[in-house]
C-alpha cells in the first residue's frame, strides 16, 4: 500500500478545545482505502480515542463526496475553476471553519502544481 494523502486533521474536542491528529490514507489499487488515526505527542486537546465516532464520520465524509477520493475531489474542482475564484473559496471557508484548514492548503498546492504544469 502507498501512501495516498497524509496531513494533520484539526478538530473541535470537548467544551471546544482546539485539538488535531495525524491522518494517513492508504491507497492500493483495487482494495478499499485505509484511514489511520493518530494522536499527536506534542498537541494538547481531545484524545483522538474519545473523539473517534467524529472524527471518522468527517473523514468519511470528504470521502464520499461524489464517490471519489479527497485528492480527486481537489483535482476536479481545480480544473473546473479559475484559479482567483478557487482563492476566494478557500479565504471564504476558512473563515467559516477551522476544520477545513488542510483542505484549503491542499487545494492551494494542487492548484497551484496544476497550474504550473498546464
Same mark, same amino acid.
Given at each position: 500500500?502507498?501512501?495516498?494523502?497524509?496531513?494533520?486533521?484539526? #478538530?473541535? !474536542? =470537548?467544551? !471546544?478545545? @482546539?485539538?488535531?491528529?495525524?491522518?494517513?490514507?492508504? %491507497? +492500493?489499487? +483495487?482494495? /478499499?482505502? $485505509? &484511514?489511520?488515526?493518530?494522536?499527536? @505527542? %506534542?498537541? /494538547?486537546?481531545?484524545?483522538?480515542? *474519545?473523539?473517534?465516532?467524529?472524527?471518522?464520520? +468527517? &473523514?468519511?465524509? =470528504?470521502?464520499?463526496?461524489?464517490?471519489?477520493?479527497? $485528492?480527486?475531489? &481537489?483535482? *476536479?474542482?481545480?480544473?473546473?475553476?479559475?484559479?482567483?475564484?478557487?482563492? +476566494?473559496?478557500? $479565504?471564504?471557508?476558512?473563515?467559516?471553519?477551522?476544520?477545513?484548514? $488542510?483542505?484549503? &492548503?491542499?487545494?492551494?498546492?494542487?492548484?497551484?502544481? #496544476?497550474?504550473?504544469? #498546464?
Amino acid at each position: 500500500m502507498s501512501i495516498k494523502q497524509e496531513f494533520v486533521y484539526r #478538530y473541535s !474536542g =470537548f467544551s !471546544g478545545t @482546539a485539538s488535531c491528529c495525524n491522518i494517513r490514507m492508504l %491507497d +492500493d489499487e +483495487d482494495k /478499499p482505502i $485505509v &484511514i489511520l488515526c493518530s494522536q499527536m @505527542a %506534542d498537541k /494538547p486537546g481531545t484524545s483522538v480515542t *474519545n473523539l473517534a465516532e467524529s472524527i471518522s464520520h +468527517d &473523514i468519511r465524509g =470528504f470521502l464520499e463526496r461524489d464517490n471519489i477520493t479527497l $485528492v480527486d475531489a &481537489i483535482q *476536479n474542482y481545480i480544473k473546473s475553476s479559475r484559479l482567483t475564484q478557487i482563492l +476566494d473559496d478557500l $479565504v471564504s471557508r476558512l473563515k467559516e471553519s477551522k476544520n477545513l484548514t $488542510v483542505f484549503a &492548503i491542499e487545494s492551494i498546492k494542487l492548484a497551484l502544481e #496544476y497550474r504550473e504544469r #498546464y
